[in-house]
Structures are given as C-alpha cells and as structure tokens.
C-alpha cells in the first residue's frame, strides 16, 4: 500500500457541506445578460473586438511558430488534429491573463457546462435531499415552483417510496435515473413527515434550481445558489408567498452564490426596492458611469427587517443586490457571516460556432453610492467565524491511497478534524496523522462495520465522509452560526 505524498494528492477539493446532498437535476461571474440595458452580445462584443492589428511582425511570427509546431514539431504525430490543438492552447495562453482571472476561453464542453449552470435548469422533482441514517430519502431543500413545490413536500420531509422503490434500498443514482425516466408522468410518493404517513402524487418535469425557500418560525429563508435565468421571478414568487403567510421578517441566504446574470440581479432588487431605485453603476473602458435602476418588472414585497447571509464565496452579482439592499434600504438590512469575495467586474460573452466562447471583462461596476468592490469585497455588519466542519477541505482519495500513522499528507487534516466532530479522540487538526489519532480512527472502523487498521484508505475515508455529511445535515440548522446569529439579533429587538 501507498502511504500519501502532499506533493502526489490530487487537487480537486470539496466543501464537506454539499457531501451527500444530491439535487436533481465555475469560477466567480457577473455576467451581463442580453436583455440588460438592451444590449446585444454579440453586435457589443465584436465592436469591442475591432480595430487594427500591429503591422510590427507580431502576427507574423505567430503564423510562423504555429505552422512549425504543426508540421514540423516531432510530437505533432501524436495529436490527432495538431491545427486545431494547437490553436485552442494558443488561444487559452491568451486569454488567461494574471491581471484579470474572470476573462477566459471556454472549450465546447466547458461552454455547454457554464450555460447549463447559468440556466438552472433540470429536469426532476425539483428537491435536493440526503439519505438519513436508515438510507432513506430526506428532503434538504424544495426549489420554488417545482413539482415537488406543488405537491406539497416540505423541507425534512422522508420520502420512503417513490412508486415501488424502496428509497432505503435504492442508490441516488438509481433514484435519480428513475425519477428523470418518468419525466411529465404522475409517480406515487409515500412519506413520513414527523411520524405522519402521507401519498403523495407529484409529476417530475422541468424546474428553476436556484431558489428554495422554507418558513422558520417567524422568518422566511430564501436561498438562492445562483443568478440564472429565471431566478427573478422564483424569487418574486418565493417572496410574495412569505408576505401572503404574514412572514415579515426576511433571510435571505447568498452563502456560496459566485453570481451569474446582472438582470437576475436586477430582478431580485425590483421586488425589493420598488422601482425606480438604482442597483449599480456601471464604470466601463472610456471612463463613462452609467447608473442601472429597476425598471418595476416585479411587484415589491416590503419586509419589516431583512437578514443577508453571505461568507467569502458570495461573489459577483451576490455582491451587487447586497451592494443595492444596503444602499437602498439602510439600517432595515443587516448582513451577516463574513466579508464577501471581492469581483466587482462584468463579463459579456461571444459565442463561436463551434460552441466555444470567449467571456470577457467589459467594465467594473460599482455600488449606488458608487463604491467599487472590486478586490475588497463587502464586509458584513456582525461578523460569524466561519470556521467549521462543513468549511473544511479535502483532497479527493485515490483507490491506492493509505494514510498510515506517525506520517504527514494533506487530508491527516479533515479526517482528525472529522474524528473529533464524531466523538472520536483525535489528538491532532494538522497534517500529521499521529498515534493517538490512529487509535481513535480504529475505534471509527470498528463502529462502521470495518477492519480496524488504524489506516486511512480509500473505503474508511469515504465512509467517514458519509457520517460526517450524516451528522452535518441532520444538524445543519441547530449549528449553522449563520442562522444562529440571526436568531440572537430578533430577540434583541
């Protein structure tokens, strides 16, 4: 067996909250959408693109090197098309710049998977869920105006069967598989809400997956994950429900939301702000600010007190309806968590027919007041540590991997952090797997039905992983110190 070497670790890295969680169904971005300031993609991005190319020699060279490299260059046999190689790798050289990491080259697959996240579009039930300590379906989030929505499944909620399936004795993959296969076709779900057996009849189909919302209490939570396409008007929905319950208290959750398209942003401020109430300003290449407003596409929805929670990833057009709610609304907003991430661009977009793409930088935007994020971020008005189990990273273990004790690897870290979170006496939050931690991990094997070896191998770490994501989701609302801290600020009102 192969003990880890830091320097041999793959580098995908996950954020352990989203462990387990399955949704049926980039990089930071503010993009600008077409319907914004009645813009034209691609009649702005070609203007943008014009003008004189040097007559230095410059372009020559280029020409020269690349028919080289194609025809004479000794690896060139070992490419299939080494024109077309050639040129993609050319073209990514130069729009990967130190001084602006939000401008890139898109191939056709890394194109297809950026529209479909800006879409949000599945096709499904419309829930993200967990399996619970039994295996059994259990809803996270239910995402406004799915069918899931419609039929009344709420947050917590089991779902034990979906038609004769048993949820328990099905993988996610297979549950997920079965459900998208009876796309626009009624199913039978059985669930157990708080003990309650309930039939439910849902019919999967097409769905908007970047807002949830749920009702706490007083206060209604909305999440949105990303600024799609539709966002806008889930959002309006989702808001509009909360006001018709008499929820006056809005929480509005931004946490991981790296942006996507200003007029979601927009959109979102519309039912807000009202109309008429400028959202941000636009500084672009000739030095002119242009002031954008809502234009009253969505009705306004008055809250008395509305909470924003955000932390270091909140990004972009996150940063904008934040940047527009506090100038706007003043002390009715308080925002809490951590300071956000600081991309206070826009990017446009020109599609090839190839379906690759070129995003772009086109301006820097600035807040109401004419405050530029860019580089700094937003920082919160009551500030949450943000340090936790689920914000831990680790690296994605290879079949062959084996952490052995009294050695050193990247992922020592999160499995003693993860032993600790569990109960289990690990001595250590660092790189170095000790003794006394590897005793603690036995005792980890020995309760989970494996062989006590005091190693950390492939099987050991991914079924930590799953109680850990067990544990996290079970408890996600009674720990969230995000939540927590929303709680404390209603009861000194």
Known sequence: MNKVNPSSARKKRVNLWLAGLVVFTLCVFCFSAG????????????????????????????QDIYETLATKWYFSKDMQDPKKELLEKAITGMSTLEQDPHTNYFSLEEAEAFTQHLSGSNVGIGVSFYPNASGSMTVRSVFTNSAADKAGLLPGDVVLKVDDLVTADTSDEDLVAYIQDHNEKAMNLQVDRGGTILNMEVVPGSYNSTVAMKENGSMGVVEVSVFGENTGKDFSDALKRLKDDGINTLVLDLRDNSGGYLSAAMDMAASLLGKDKVVFQEKTLDGNVTSYATDGSFAQMDFDKIYVLQNENSASASEVLIGALKDNLGDKVTTVGTTTYGKGTEQTSIPFTDGTSLKYTIAEWLTPDGESVNGKGIDPDVKVDSTSVGSVRYTVMEEDEVIEPDTVAPNARPVQIYLQYLGYPADREDEYFSVTSSEALKQFQLDHGLEATGSVDQKTFDELLSAVGLKLNETRDSEDAWMQAVSQLMNQQ
């Open 35 to 62: 319907a914004l300031a009645n813009r034209i993609i691609m009649e702005k991005s070609l203007d943008a693109i014009g003008g004189e190319i040097s007559d230095d020699g410059e372009m020559q060279k280029f």
